[in-house]
């Protein structure tokens, strides 16, 4: 602390030293009046650095210049001249090397900078100095956690712990650690005990109601949000997260009005703009999922995440163009992001630009060789090339990744059936219609294999069940007009081929059946 000194006067005599005491004292008390409206607190921070500017100036005590670069440093910082407040807290430990506050604070401008070696560094400074601070290791596991590091950030909070397990926020970061490992039952253990020492932690009721949420408790993970928010009706990440909760459960009205209210709480919140986008997204309503994702994008340009979740929305629309555009930002923000260079694929072979397409399939299994879509939407671009052997080697890549794939083994029989191995094709086309007997397309195909097979008979049922699951396909018709021709049954053809153009006017296969079997299209 700051001692303010009366000056020392030694004098030959009472009159002599009563004089010189008379001189000094107006330039003391300036002095001292410098340095207490320095160290006070409420005064407004331009005051504050006002007075401790004069008061360095006068003061030669070295402790209390460290107490006086101190009080300047906090007004810098609480000005935003973060600099500043660096170089002050630099002095501080010029003069004292192991200043626990000087130390702790610069980390933490660091951390707020996104320096972490920098901040982790003078938090390892800290912990030489102060071994026994359980809030340096606190702070340190804290950057170890940014940094994507979770087991050394669990060392430096057991530490933490370990010296002082009476801090409720200790037990709270410990969770988070764990929760980053996904070891979720003992997250859940640590925010246990962080509520336990604090039972209105809100903030550790919604990690804990994470934690829920991703093992799979989605009630009581609800229930930690909800009661969070009782806790704190301003809490932006509880209205956040149990919107998130209520939109897997498919609760969407509510999870809107949880990511709005989250929005209100904390308008620069990105994430609850991305999730109502997402929201939005999924809903069908393109346009106002572009604006939420790009109004997430000026909050947190360097998101890839959100360039690929508007460019999804741009594709959407049809908009190949910006949509491209979007993924090749997040692209250039992490070369890494796999998901980027997949749709980025998808959207140029929607373009017909099938070798750019293969390009960034490529490069998404070899940041990912373990997503078998990528494989099954590579294998597709190598059928619409008419390398279908390729095709194939994909789709068996897929298959050996995901044996349910159903998309995989109908993809496979087309291949098959472009290449005329009808048995091949009509066995794949049976094994997706067993894992997907609801879905139309399986169907239809088994049925086209069968009729170019020669067994048009057994294709019936599968076209009749197929039309029955999708009654607006025209293709189905028409391939239904097909094996009614083939069968001999004109009349039935001729009302399938009818009902395919009313549905697709411009389909040539059944204009054609038509002129074939010398009937009108009706008008």
């Not at 170089?87 to 951390?111: F, S």
């Not at 709480?265 to 997402?278: F, I, M, N, V, W």
């Not at 997430?296 to 910006?322: F, Q, V, Y």
């Not at 993809?411 to 139309?440: F, H, M, Q, S, T």
């Amino acid at each position: 602390m700051l001692r303010l000194r009366p000056p020392l006067l030694v004098c030959a005599a009472w009159l002599l030293c009563g004089l010189a005491a008379f001189v000094a004292s107006p330039l003391a008390a300036q002095e001292a009046s410098d340095a207490k409206r320095c160290l006070e607190t409420s005064a407004p921070a331009d005051k504050r650095i006002e007075a401790c500017n004069a008061a360095i100036k006068a003061e030669k005590n070295k402790q209390e210049l460290i107490g006086l670069y101190l009080a300047r440093g906090n007004a810098q910082r609480e000005k935003g001249r973060v600099d500043a407040a660096l170089d002050d807290y630099a002095q501080v430990l010029r003069l004292d090397g192991g200043h626990l506050e000087a130390l702790t604070k610069r980390g933490l401008i660091y951390a707020d900078k996104g320096e972490r070696e920098r901040a982790i560094a003078e938090f390892e400074r800290a912990v030489r100095a102060h071994p026994k601070d359980a809030a340096s290791y606190n702070y340190r596991g804290s950057i170890w956690r940014d940094r994507a590091a979770p087991d050394r950030a669990l060392a430096d909070f057991d530490k933490a712990i370990q010296l002082d397990g009476s801090v409720a926020a200790y037990h709270n970061n410990r969770g988070l650690a764990l929760y980053d490992k996904k070891d979720y039952a003992r997250a859940i253990a640590s925010f246990d005990q962080a509520i336990r020492l604090d039972a209105k932690y809100a903030r550790a009721f919604v990690n804990r109601g994470n934690a829920y949420d991703d093992s799979g408790d989605r009630t009581r993970a609800l229930a930690d949000y909800t009661e969070a928010i009782k806790l704190d009706p301003s809490e932006a990440f509880a209205y956040l997260n149990r919107g998130i909760a209520l939109r897997r459960q498919g609760e969407s009205d509510k999870a809107l009005a949880d990511f709005e209210l989250a929005m209100k709480h904390d308008p620069q919140l990105a994430q609850a703009r991305e999730e109502r986008g997402l929201l939005l997204y999924h809903k069908g309503d393109y346009g106002r999922a572009i604006v939420d994702f790009t109004d997430a994008i000026r909050i947190n340009p360097n998101s890839a995440a959100l360039h690929n979740n508007r460019g999804n929305a741009h594709d959407e629309k049809g908009d190949r163009g910006r949509a491209l555009a979007d993924y090749n930002q997040p692209i250039r923000l992490d070369p890494k992001y796999a998901a980027a260079y997949y749709n980025r694929a998808m959207a140029l072979r929607k373009r017909g630009d099938l070798e750019r397409a293969i390009a960034s399939f490529d490069e998404a299994i070899k940041l990912d060789a373990k997503n078998a879509a990528y494989y099954n939407n590579r294998g597709n671009a190598f059928a619409e090339q008419g390398n279908y052997d390729r095709a194939v080697a994909d789709f068996n890549e897929a298959l050996k990744l995901d044996a349910d794939y159903f998309q995989a083994y109908n993809n496979r029989g087309n291949a098959y059936l472009e290449k005329k191995e009808y048995d091949r094709a009509i066995a794949d086309y049976a094994k997706a219609v067993e894992l997907a007997p609801e879905n139309a397309l399986p169907l239809f195909n088994r049925a086209s294999a069968l009729h170019f097979a020669g067994r048009s008979k057994d294709a019936l049922p599968d076209i009749n069940k197929s039309i029955e699951l999708d009654s607006k396909s025209a293709p189905a018709f028409s391939a239904r007009g097909l094996i009614y021709e083939k069968l001999g049954e004109k009349d039935k053809a001729i009302a399938d081929f009818r009902r395919a153009i009313s549905l697709a006017p411009n389909l040539k296969e059944p204009a054609d059946g038509l002129i074939r079997l010398g009937a009108r299209p009706r008008r």
